[in-house]
Protein backbone atom coordinates (compact mmCIF):
# COMPACT_ATOMS: atom_id res chain seq x y z
CA UNK A 1 0.00 0.00 0.00
CA UNK A 2 1.31 3.32 -1.21
CA UNK A 3 0.79 6.30 1.19
CA UNK A 4 -1.01 8.26 -1.63
CA UNK A 5 -3.65 5.10 -1.04
CA UNK A 6 -4.44 6.58 2.34
CA UNK A 7 -7.37 8.44 3.39
CA UNK A 8 -6.81 12.18 3.76
CA UNK A 9 -7.95 12.21 6.62
CA UNK A 10 -5.76 9.93 7.76
CA UNK A 11 -1.69 11.19 7.95
CA UNK A 12 0.79 8.28 6.96
CA UNK A 13 2.83 7.22 10.13
CA UNK A 14 5.64 5.85 10.08
CA UNK A 15 6.32 2.43 8.61
CA UNK A 16 6.54 -0.54 10.87
CA UNK A 17 9.67 -2.80 11.38
CA UNK A 18 9.24 -6.76 10.17
CA UNK A 19 6.38 -8.54 9.36
CA UNK A 20 5.13 -10.32 12.03
CA UNK A 21 1.54 -11.68 12.95
CA UNK A 22 1.12 -8.56 14.76
CA UNK A 23 4.24 -5.77 14.46
CA UNK A 24 2.89 -4.68 11.32
CA UNK A 25 -0.63 -3.81 12.22
CA UNK A 26 0.62 -1.70 15.30
CA UNK A 27 0.94 2.10 13.40
CA UNK A 28 0.82 1.12 10.08
CA UNK A 29 -3.02 1.59 9.55
CA UNK A 30 -4.76 -0.97 7.05
CA UNK A 31 -8.00 -2.23 6.04
CA UNK A 32 -9.96 -4.63 8.59
CA UNK A 33 -10.39 -7.94 6.23
CA UNK A 34 -13.62 -8.65 7.92
CA UNK A 35 -15.46 -5.09 7.64
CA UNK A 36 -13.57 -3.43 5.19
CA UNK A 37 -13.22 -0.19 7.64
CA UNK A 38 -9.59 1.42 7.96
CA UNK A 39 -7.94 -0.11 10.87
CA UNK A 40 -4.58 0.60 13.62
CA UNK A 41 -3.24 -1.60 15.57
CA UNK A 42 -4.82 -5.46 15.15
CA UNK A 43 -5.32 -6.30 11.23
CA UNK A 44 -8.28 -7.25 12.44
CA UNK A 45 -10.57 -4.42 13.94
CA UNK A 46 -10.72 -4.21 17.69
CA UNK A 47 -15.13 -3.84 16.85
CA UNK A 48 -14.86 -7.26 14.34
CA UNK A 49 -13.10 -9.08 17.44
CA UNK A 50 -15.64 -7.72 20.11
CA UNK A 51 -18.60 -8.45 17.76
CA UNK A 52 -17.27 -11.64 15.35
CA UNK A 53 -14.55 -13.36 17.03
CA UNK A 54 -15.53 -12.54 20.98
CA UNK A 55 -13.70 -15.52 22.96
CA UNK A 56 -16.00 -19.00 24.04
CA UNK A 57 -15.06 -21.60 25.97
CA UNK A 58 -14.46 -24.70 23.01
CA UNK A 59 -13.76 -28.12 24.37
CA UNK A 60 -10.12 -29.20 23.99
CA UNK A 61 -10.82 -32.42 22.55
CA UNK A 62 -12.91 -31.37 19.47
CA UNK A 63 -12.78 -27.13 19.77
CA UNK A 64 -16.45 -27.08 19.88
CA UNK A 65 -17.99 -24.05 21.67
CA UNK A 66 -18.82 -24.87 24.99
CA UNK A 67 -21.49 -23.24 27.72
CA UNK A 68 -18.94 -23.44 30.56
CA UNK A 69 -15.37 -24.40 31.25
CA UNK A 70 -15.18 -28.15 31.58
CA UNK A 71 -12.10 -30.07 29.70
CA UNK A 72 -14.26 -31.68 26.95
CA UNK A 73 -17.57 -31.95 25.82
CA UNK A 74 -19.98 -34.84 26.11
CA UNK A 75 -19.36 -35.93 22.60
CA UNK A 76 -15.71 -35.78 22.32
CA UNK A 77 -14.22 -38.56 21.07
CA UNK A 78 -10.70 -40.22 22.06
CA UNK A 79 -8.17 -37.77 20.82
CA UNK A 80 -5.91 -40.29 20.14
CA UNK A 81 -2.63 -39.01 18.96
CA UNK A 82 -3.78 -35.75 19.09
CA UNK A 83 -3.57 -34.21 22.98
CA UNK A 84 -5.70 -31.15 22.35
CA UNK A 85 -7.14 -28.87 19.54
CA UNK A 86 -7.88 -24.97 20.26
CA UNK A 87 -9.79 -23.15 17.78
CA UNK A 88 -9.80 -19.01 16.98
CA UNK A 89 -13.50 -18.73 15.64
CA UNK A 90 -15.96 -20.78 14.18
CA UNK A 91 -16.23 -21.59 10.21
CA UNK A 92 -19.02 -18.94 9.94
CA UNK A 93 -19.49 -15.86 8.52
CA UNK A 94 -17.39 -13.64 8.17
CA UNK A 95 -14.43 -16.29 8.75
CA UNK A 96 -15.94 -19.00 6.23
CA UNK A 97 -15.66 -16.34 3.33
CA UNK A 98 -12.37 -14.90 4.45
CA UNK A 99 -11.28 -18.49 4.45
CA UNK A 100 -12.32 -18.99 1.24
CA UNK A 101 -10.79 -16.01 -0.42
CA UNK A 102 -7.29 -16.90 1.20
CA UNK A 103 -6.83 -20.58 0.10
CA UNK A 104 -8.36 -19.01 -3.83
CA UNK A 105 -5.27 -18.25 -5.78
CA UNK A 106 -4.73 -14.88 -4.63
CA UNK A 107 -5.39 -14.65 -1.57
CA UNK A 108 -2.02 -14.88 0.29
CA UNK A 109 -2.12 -11.10 2.02
CA UNK A 110 -5.49 -12.86 4.22
CA UNK A 111 -2.69 -14.95 5.73
CA UNK A 112 -0.81 -12.33 7.96
CA UNK A 113 -4.64 -11.09 9.84
CA UNK A 114 -5.95 -14.62 10.02
CA UNK A 115 -2.67 -15.84 11.66
CA UNK A 116 -3.48 -12.78 14.27
CA UNK A 117 -6.39 -13.96 15.63
CA UNK A 118 -4.54 -17.53 16.29
CA UNK A 119 -1.76 -15.70 18.54
CA UNK A 120 -4.28 -13.46 20.26
CA UNK A 121 -3.96 -15.14 23.98
CA UNK A 122 -7.52 -13.88 24.61
CA UNK A 123 -9.33 -16.30 22.45
CA UNK A 124 -6.08 -19.32 22.54
CA UNK A 125 -5.29 -21.37 25.53
CA UNK A 126 -1.65 -21.51 25.54
CA UNK A 127 0.05 -24.83 24.71
CA UNK A 128 2.27 -25.39 27.23
CA UNK A 129 6.19 -26.51 26.70
CA UNK A 130 5.33 -26.19 22.41
CA UNK A 131 8.74 -25.88 20.91
CA UNK A 132 7.91 -26.45 16.83
CA UNK A 133 5.12 -25.41 14.98
CA UNK A 134 4.31 -27.69 12.13
CA UNK A 135 1.64 -27.41 9.42
CA UNK A 136 -0.89 -29.75 7.77
CA UNK A 137 0.77 -30.75 4.61
CA UNK A 138 -1.02 -29.44 1.20
CA UNK A 139 -1.67 -32.18 -1.82
CA UNK A 140 0.77 -31.02 -4.85
CA UNK A 141 -2.43 -30.19 -7.12
CA UNK A 142 -3.31 -27.60 -4.29
CA UNK A 143 -0.22 -26.27 -3.62
CA UNK A 144 0.42 -25.91 -7.96
CA UNK A 145 -2.94 -24.24 -8.72
CA UNK A 146 -2.35 -21.55 -5.88
CA UNK A 147 1.22 -21.23 -6.11
CA UNK A 148 1.37 -21.21 -1.83
CA UNK A 149 0.47 -23.38 1.10
CA UNK A 150 -2.37 -21.83 3.41
CA UNK A 151 -1.87 -24.06 6.35
CA UNK A 152 2.48 -23.07 6.14
CA UNK A 153 1.43 -19.37 5.63
CA UNK A 154 -0.50 -19.38 8.80
CA UNK A 155 2.24 -22.05 10.53
CA UNK A 156 5.14 -19.60 10.06
CA UNK A 157 3.36 -16.48 11.32
CA UNK A 158 1.92 -18.22 14.50
CA UNK A 159 5.59 -19.43 15.25
CA UNK A 160 7.00 -16.09 14.40
CA UNK A 161 4.98 -14.75 16.97
CA UNK A 162 5.00 -17.32 19.47
CA UNK A 163 8.72 -16.98 18.86
CA UNK A 164 8.52 -20.86 18.21
CA UNK A 165 10.65 -23.22 15.31
CA UNK A 166 8.72 -23.77 12.52
CA UNK A 167 9.11 -26.26 9.34
CA UNK A 168 7.40 -26.85 6.29
CA UNK A 169 8.41 -30.50 5.34
CA UNK A 170 8.05 -32.73 8.43
CA UNK A 171 5.22 -34.51 6.69
CA UNK A 172 4.38 -34.81 2.95
CA UNK A 173 0.26 -35.57 2.04
CA UNK A 174 0.43 -38.91 0.03
CA UNK A 175 -3.69 -39.03 -0.79
CA UNK A 176 -4.98 -35.73 -2.53
CA UNK A 177 -8.76 -36.85 -2.08
CA UNK A 178 -11.98 -34.24 -2.03
CA UNK A 179 -13.50 -34.48 1.61
CA UNK A 180 -16.46 -32.11 1.30
CA UNK A 181 -19.42 -33.51 1.99
CA UNK A 182 -18.18 -36.71 3.29
CA UNK A 183 -19.24 -38.06 6.74
CA UNK A 184 -17.71 -38.48 9.88
CA UNK A 185 -16.17 -42.25 9.26
CA UNK A 186 -15.85 -41.88 5.56
CA UNK A 187 -13.37 -38.87 6.12
CA UNK A 188 -11.13 -40.48 8.93
CA UNK A 189 -11.51 -43.67 6.44
CA UNK A 190 -10.48 -41.63 3.56
CA UNK A 191 -7.41 -39.81 5.58
CA UNK A 192 -5.74 -42.57 7.18
CA UNK A 193 -2.85 -43.69 4.69
CA UNK A 194 -2.88 -39.52 3.68
CA UNK A 195 0.65 -38.63 5.27
CA UNK A 196 3.72 -39.54 5.62
CA UNK A 197 6.36 -38.51 7.02
CA UNK A 198 9.89 -36.89 4.93
CA UNK A 199 13.13 -38.46 5.68
CA UNK A 200 14.34 -36.15 8.45
CA UNK A 201 10.89 -35.89 10.05
CA UNK A 202 12.63 -38.03 13.16
CA UNK A 203 15.92 -36.00 13.69
CA UNK A 204 13.51 -32.79 13.73
CA UNK A 205 10.19 -33.95 15.68
CA UNK A 206 11.98 -36.62 18.26
CA UNK A 207 11.14 -35.68 22.18
CA UNK A 208 9.59 -32.03 21.12
CA UNK A 209 6.26 -30.97 21.90
CA UNK A 210 4.68 -29.97 18.69
CA UNK A 211 2.04 -27.36 17.11
CA UNK A 212 0.36 -28.64 14.39
CA UNK A 213 -1.26 -26.05 12.55
CA UNK A 214 -4.19 -25.87 9.84
CA UNK A 215 -7.17 -23.49 8.32
CA UNK A 216 -10.13 -25.40 9.40
CA UNK A 217 -11.39 -28.46 11.72
CA UNK A 218 -14.17 -30.34 10.40
CA UNK A 219 -14.34 -33.60 11.76
CA UNK A 220 -10.40 -33.68 13.19
CA UNK A 221 -9.78 -36.64 10.73
CA UNK A 222 -7.17 -34.33 9.01
CA UNK A 223 -5.39 -33.47 12.23
CA UNK A 224 -5.53 -36.55 13.94
CA UNK A 225 -4.05 -38.42 11.11
CA UNK A 226 -1.23 -35.77 10.61
CA UNK A 227 -0.43 -35.94 14.30
CA UNK A 228 -0.33 -39.76 14.36
CA UNK A 229 2.42 -39.21 12.23
CA UNK A 230 4.58 -37.03 13.82
CA UNK A 231 3.87 -38.99 16.98
CA UNK A 232 5.36 -42.24 15.48
CA UNK A 233 8.28 -39.96 14.27
CA UNK A 234 9.02 -39.90 17.73
CA UNK A 235 7.09 -36.16 18.75
CA UNK A 236 6.83 -36.17 22.61
CA UNK A 237 2.83 -34.52 22.27
CA UNK A 238 1.02 -33.36 19.18
CA UNK A 239 -1.57 -30.33 20.02
CA UNK A 240 -3.57 -28.99 17.04
CA UNK A 241 -4.25 -24.76 16.30
CA UNK A 242 -6.74 -24.29 14.06
CA UNK A 243 -8.17 -20.78 13.03
CA UNK A 244 -11.73 -22.03 12.21
CA UNK A 245 -14.03 -25.02 13.70
CA UNK A 246 -17.08 -25.98 11.71
CA UNK A 247 -20.23 -25.61 14.01
CA UNK A 248 -21.94 -28.72 14.53
CA UNK A 249 -25.38 -29.52 13.46
CA UNK A 250 -28.08 -27.80 15.59
CA UNK A 251 -28.82 -29.52 18.61
CA UNK A 252 -25.53 -31.87 18.56
CA UNK A 253 -22.61 -32.16 20.32
CA UNK A 254 -19.17 -33.54 19.35
CA UNK A 255 -18.21 -34.39 15.86
CA UNK A 256 -19.40 -32.75 13.15
CA UNK A 257 -21.18 -35.81 10.63
CA UNK A 258 -21.99 -34.06 7.03
CA UNK A 259 -20.36 -30.40 6.36
CA UNK A 260 -19.43 -28.53 3.21
CA UNK A 261 -16.40 -26.46 3.54
CA UNK A 262 -13.08 -26.00 1.43
CA UNK A 263 -10.67 -28.47 0.66
Request: hydrophobic share 45%.
Amino acid sequence: MRDADLPRSMPPPARPVGDGAREAGRGWPSLCPACDRWSRGARVCADCRRHLAAPVPRCLACALPLAAHPVTCNGASDPGALASVRAAVDYAFPWDILVRRFKSVGGLSLAAPLADLMTDPACIPPCPGTTLVVPVPAAASRLAERGYHPAWELARRVARALGLDATPQTLVRRIDRAQTGARSADRFANMRAAFAASPGARATVSGRPVLLVDDVMTTGATLHAAARQLRQSGAARVDALVLARTPAPAGTVGTVDTVTRPD
